[in-house]
C-alpha cells in the first residue's frame, strides 16, 4: 500500500474516533420528560455540574485532537511503530467518553478525577512515544519543541493534578485548564524561535 494511502487511511481513522468521543460526551445531558414548568427549571440547574465537567472535558478533546493533527503534520511519512502507538492512543480516546461520564456523576470522588486525568495523560505520552519513534526514524521534521511540546505539556498537567485530586477533587479540573495558557505560550515560543531563526 502506497505510503500516502496508508498514511491517509491513518488519519481518517483517527479523526473518527476523535469526533466519536467527543459526540458521546453529550450522551449524558438530558432532561426528564414529562415535567411542568418548576420541574424543567430544577432539572436544568442540576445539569450545571455536567455542562461544566462537559465543557471541560470537549476542551480537552479539543486540545488533543490539535495536537495530534500537529504531531502528523510533521511527519514526512507514517511508519508502522507509528501506526501501532497510535492505534493504542486512540484505544485511549475511545475510552475518553467513560472517565468523563463519571466525572460529571461522581466528581467528588478522588479516583474518578485520577482515573479521568491518568487516561488523558495516557493519550499525551502515547504521542510523546509517537514523536521519540518518527525522530527515530527520520520521518519527523520541524524544531523538537514542536514536536515534544504539546504533548509534554499536556501530560505534565494531567499527572500533577492527581495529586491535586487526593486533596481536592474539585480543584483538580480546574488544573487542567492551565492547558490553555501553557499551550498557547508554547505558540509564541516556537514563532519567536522561528522568527529569530529567519531573522
Known amino acids: 500500500m502506497p505510503v500516502e494511502e496508508s498514511g491517509g487511511r491513518v488519519l481518517a481513522l483517527s479523526d473518527g474516533v476523535f469526533a466519536i ?9 438530558r432532561v426528564p420528560e414529562g415535567l411542568d414548568s418548576r420541574g424543567v427549571h430544577e ?44 492505534v493504542v492512543l486512540l484505544g485511549f480516546v475511545a475510552l475518553l467518553p467513560f472517565p468523563s461520564s463519571m466525572l460529571a456523576d461522581y466528581g467528588d470522588e478522588p479516583l474518578v478525577v485520577i482515573c479521568y486525568a491518568a487516561d488523558v495523560a495516557a493519550i499525551a505520552m502515547a504521542q510523546l512515544l509517537i514523536v521519540a519513534i518518527a525522530r527515530r526514524a527520520g520521518d519527523s521534521r520541524g524544531p523538537a519543541l514542536s514536536a515534544f511540546g504539546p504533548s509534554a505539556v499536556t501530560a505534565g498537567v494531567f499527572v500533577l493534578s492527581m495529586p491535586v485530586a487526593l ?10 485548564l492551565l492547558l490553555v495558557p501553557a499551550h498557547a505560550a508554547l505558540t509564541r515560543i516556537e514563532k519567536s524561535g522561528t522568527s529569530t531563526t529567519e531573522g
Open 167 to 176: 486533596v481536592s477533587p474539585q480543584w483538580a479540573p480546574l488544573c487542567w
Open 21 to 29: 468521543a467527543a459526540t458521546l460526551l453529550a450522551l449524558d445531558l
Open 43 to 86: 432539572a436544568l440547574r442540576a445539569l450545571v455540574p455536567s455542562l461544566f465537567g462537559y465543557a471541560i472535558a470537549f476542551l480537552v478533546i479539543g486540545v488533543l485532537w490539535l495536537g495530534h493533527h500537529d504531531l502528523f503534520a510533521g511527519m514526512r511519512r507514517i511508519g508502522r511503530g507509528v501506526a501501532a502507538v497510535n
